[in-house]
Structure formats: structure tokens, C-alpha cells
């Protein structure tokens, strides 16, 4: 993923306000970076910029040589649903729905018959410890299993690159480390890039790569030495 001259601005009937300027960064596949910044710095807004969900008011997105902003809306919605996999602070998980079907939804909306999507989805629970969770309704589950229905569910397309806004922002420390674990090896034994914004500077420097965000702007980047990435 390359990321080029991004700014974005938000129109007020006086004037137009900045949120991010002139953001310069590169992700390669594999690396796991962590986007850090105090409240209000862009971070979440650049993540739904690197995801597709929102528009930069200017410059370019580049993910697998593609120049994602060039695509048609339906071109784009289809790279957004198989190359990207999206983990939320608050799970966003259809509590009507059981667990299993919430982690289908990717396949549904991409046309994969039933028999492959319901074994792909027991193959990715099975990885993330949820293999028995598949009836019950998201509601029934603790944080941290919700969490990893989510993952799953990013999972399920088989996508190259991770976004994840805030993954373990409601969940207590030992919870929030077991899912940041789960997302270090989809990046280290699975070879998936991943994104992550967070708040938590002890699960940052774990990551390869720190972005330091502020006042909507590259601060500076850090990279983190292997001996402390390995703890």
C-alpha cells in the first residue's frame, strides 16, 4: 500500500478546515504498522481513507499498483470487500444475526456458494479459537470473543491488507493482548499487512512500524527494533 500527498478538509459555512495534510507513507506486504496521535490528530479519518470508506480531498491511494480513487464505485466496492478486511473499536457485529452468519458477510455479498463459505468460515474459526461459537447470537459472547468474530469476518475474502481502528480499545489487558497476538500472526505466519490505530503505546511498539500522528500531520516514524518486536 502506498500512500501519496493525502489531504483531506471539511467545508464550514465560514471556512475550510484541515484534518490531515500532505501524508507520505508506504506499507509493505507483510509489515504490521501501528498509526498512533492524541484525539483529534486524523487518525481514524486517514484509516477510512486507507480502507476506501471515505475520499481524500486530494491525492492517491495505491494498493496492490492499483490507484483506487481512479476506480468506479463498483470496481472500488469490490476491492473493498476482497482486499481489504475491516476490524472495529466496537466489533460492529448484527446481533440478530448468529455468529456464523456474521462472519459469512464478506462471501455473501461476494457471491461464494454456501458449502465454501460455511467451510472457509469454520477454517477461520477453528484458527481463532471460536470453532463452537458458531450458533450463538454476538450479544451472548464476552468482548474479546466478539473480537475475534470480527477478525474472522475480516478474514473470510482472504484479503491482503488489515485495517483495524482501536481492535482492543474495549477490552481489558489480557483480552486486548490475546487479540493483538492474533493480529501479529496474521502478519507474521500469514504474511498479512495490517494497519492498526491505537491509543495503547505498549501494544505499538510491538508492531514493526510506529506513525506518529499530529494536528493532522506525519510527526515522524519510528521503527521498532526486532529484539523488543519479539517480546
Do not use: W
Not at 486507507?50 to 466496492?77: E, K
Not at 481492535?167 to 489487558?173: C, F, I, R, S
Amino acid at each position: 500500500m502506498k500512500v501519496e500527498s493525502i489531504y483531506k478538509s471539511y467545508k464550514s459555512s465560514a471556512e475550510e478546515i484541515p484534518i490531515l495534510k500532505n501524508i507520505n507513507f508506504q506499507v509493505n506486504k507483510g509489515e504490521f504498522v501501528s498509526i498512533v496521535g492524541p484525539s483529534g490528530s486524523g487518525k481514524s479519518t486517514l484509516l477510512n481513507i486507507l480502507g476506501t470508506l471515505d475520499r481524500p480531498t486530494a491525492g492517491d491511494i495505491f494498493i496492490n499498483d492499483v490507484d483506487v480513487f481512479s476506480l468506479n464505485d463498483r470496481d472500488l466496492a469490490y476491492l473493498r470487500n476482497n482486499a481489504i478486511g475491516f476490524i472495529f473499536q466496537s466489533y460492529n457485529l448484527i446481533n440478530r444475526a448468529s455468529v456464523l452468519k456474521n462472519i459469512e458477510i464478506p462471501c455473501i455479498i461476494s457471491g461464494l456458494n454456501k458449502k465454501e463459505r460455511i467451510d472457509r468460515a469454520f477454517k477461520i474459526m477453528g484458527l481463532l479459537g471460536i470453532q463452537d461459537k458458531g450458533n450463538f447470537k454476538p450479544f451472548n459472547l464476552s468482548g474479546g470473543q466478539q473480537q475475534r468474530v470480527a477478525i474472522a469476518r475480516a478474514l473470510m475474502n482472504n484479503p491482503s491488507i488489515i485495517l483495524a481502528d482501536e481492535p482492543t480499545g474495549n477490552l481489558d489487558t489480557k483480552t486486548g493482548n490475546e487479540v493483538f497476538n492474533l493480529l501479529k500472526m496474521l502478519s507474521g505466519k500469514y504474511d498479512r499487512t495490517i494497519v492498526m490505530v491505537t491509543h495503547n503505546p505498549e501494544l505499538a511498539v510491538k508492531t514493526d512500524r510506529i506513525i506518529y500522528l499530529k494536528d493532522g500531520e506525519i510527526e515522524r516514524e519510528e521503527r521498532i527494533m526486532t529484539a523488543q518486536n519479539d517480546d
